[in-house]
């Protein structure tokens, strides 16, 4: 069992910065995937940015603005966000997949204001 704490959420204007973290409880060396996730108000959940074996994808929406990394000796994930815009309001989760398992945390929300 593996659990997930993600911290770095808030409020911030329009243009500003965040970097989102997700500590993960055991190792996530072996995680087939790690990613993060947002869902905001009345909207789907909805993929952010996934690291898959040696790929990274992000959705068209943040691309070159989000960057994921990992910290396996930290056993963390982080994403960070710069630019950001008043529609990237959401609560973010952050997602591993560890063999057959999948994990989520409980989202952190942020909320970038005009």
């Known amino acids: 069992q593996v659990q997930l704490v993600e911290s770095g959420g808030g409020l911030v204007q329009a243009g500003g910065s965040l970097r989102l973290s997700c500590a993960a409880s055991?190792?996530?060396?072996?995680?087939?995937?790690m990613g993060w996730y947002r869902q905001a108000p009345g909207k789907q959940r909805e993929s952010v940015a996934v690291i898959t074996g040696g790929s990274t994808n992000y959705a068209d929406s943040v691309k070159g603005r989000f960057t994921i990394s990992r910290d396996n000796a930290k056993n963390t994930v982080y994403l960070q966000m710069n630019s950001l815009k008043p529609e990237d309001t959401a609560v973010y989760y952050c997602r591993i997949v560890l063999y057959e398992y999948i994990y989520w945390g409980q989202g952190t929300q942020v909320t970038v204001s005009s």
């Open positions: 055991g190792s996530i060396f072996s995680a087939n995937a």
